[in-house]
Nanobody, 115 residues
């Protein structure tokens, strides 16, 4: 079955960097667009970045220039490199893919800003 497993979250100081990973299985990874979303308590989940099967990335305005999405099709893994982190980037980050059978999500990884 389809599985998405995120890792790499943690505590980070403002201005710091973090790299999230999402290991995918159960589908032909190289054929599908992958996305990162984030969600704060009490708020709706928002799209952070998307990468096409060809490796082209698109970003929310709030992270443009600071975050970079990439993929390694040989490892069935999508990454989110986050730099210049701000307190408002503190959220649970989710990996997502949309297949013909529906939307699939990982369990999420927490990114927390520290002072």
């Amino acid at each position: 079955q389809v599985q998405l497993v995120e890792s790499g979250g943690g505590l980070v100081q403002p201005g710091g960097s973090l790299r999230l990973s999402c290991a995918a299985s159960g589908f032909i990874f190289s054929m599908y667009r992958m996305s990162w979303y984030r969600q704060a308590p009490g708020k709706e989940r928002e799209l952070v970045a998307t990468i096409t099967s060809d490796g082209y990335g698109n970003y929310a305005d709030s992270v443009k220039g600071r975050f970079t999405i990439s993929r390694d099709n040989a490892k069935n893994t999508v990454y989110l490199q986050m730099t210049s982190l701000k307190p408002e980037d503190t959220d649970v980050y989710y990996c997502n893919t949309r297949l013909s059978t529906g939307d699939f999500w990982g369990q999420g990884t927490q990114v927390t800003g520290s002072s």
